[in-house]
């Protein structure tokens, strides 16, 4: 499985955009990325997934650049509610049933 | 949200118990997870299972038991526990198909503490 590398944490403010890159550069062909995010106590909770280009749901958008080699998870004005860890992963269609492997992810703390 | 419940909830134990943790879907999913949570490292898979009865092992196996013997229910036993087996524990859920991507659902944990 492709190792991923997020930042351990980031500040943002209420009403602000928020963007946070995931690098990936031993992503395989078949792999493709998911994000999670977990609130204190309680599991995680999905939130987007992509092959390449751009995804984008009712919650996040999701960029992946030509070369797939990093992803980026968009979430548009955030709110208090938003502060969570938020997790990278890389998943091999097919080939890793179950094994998702959630490194450390990123601490989100967004400040009123 | 999926449906999927844990319980308990939260859990004391002694060394050497043993305990069994339940997870229960209501979304008829073929595959069920047992994943443990702990500072430092992540969710790391302790067991899965493919179906009735059909269940593997995760990179965190050992001390662990599981068995399913119904598709709503998947059951964790830790046979003697340990210390080193307090925890958070999460199950998931998901409705994989060969070649597809995969989507996993979380329930909301179980905490145990092992003295």
């Known amino acids: 499985l492709a190792k991923t590398t997020q930042p351990i944490s980031m500040d943002s403010y209420e009403g602000q955009e928020v963007n946070i890159t995931c690098s990936h550069n031993?992503?395989?062909?078949?792999?493709?990325i998911t994000w999670y995010q977990q609130f204190p106590s309680q599991g995680p909770r999905f939130i987007i997934q992509?092959?390449?280009t751009k995804v984008t749901n009712e919650v996040a958008s999701l960029f992946i650049p030509a070369d797939r080699k990093s992803s980026t998870l968009s979430l548009p004005r955030v709110s208090l509610s938003d502060t969570a860890v938020y997790y990278c992963?890389?998943?091999?269609?097919?080939?890793?049933?179950?094994?998702?492997?959630f490194g450390r992810g990123t601490q989100l703390t967004v400040w009123p | 949200d999926a449906g999927i419940t844990q319980s308990p909830r939260h859990k004391v134990t002694e060394t050497g118990t043993p305990v069994t943790l339940r997870c229960h879907q209501t979304?008829?999913?073929?595959?069920m997870y047992w994943y443990r949570q702990d500072p430092g490292h992540g969710l790391r898979l302790i067991h899965y299972?493919?179906?009735?009865?059909?269940?593997d092992k995760g990179e965190v196996s050992d001390g662990y038991s599981v068995s399913r013997s119904k598709t709503e229910d998947f059951l964790l036993t830790l046979e003697s526990a340990t210390s080193s087996q307090t925890s958070v524990y999460f199950c998931?859920?998901?409705?994989?198909?060969?070649?597809?991507?995969?989507?996993?659902?979380f329930g909301p944990g179980t905490r145990l503490l092992v003295l």
């Open positions: 299972s493919y179906g009735v009865k059909d269940t």
């Open positions: 992963l890389v998943v091999g269609r097919g080939s890793t049933l179950g094994r998702l492997y």
């Open positions: 998931a859920i998901s409705s994989y198909t060969q070649g597809a991507e995969e989507t996993q659902y």
């Open positions: 992509g092959y390449k």
């Open positions: 031993n992503i395989a062909t078949n792999d493709y």
């Open positions: 979304e008829n999913h073929r595959y």
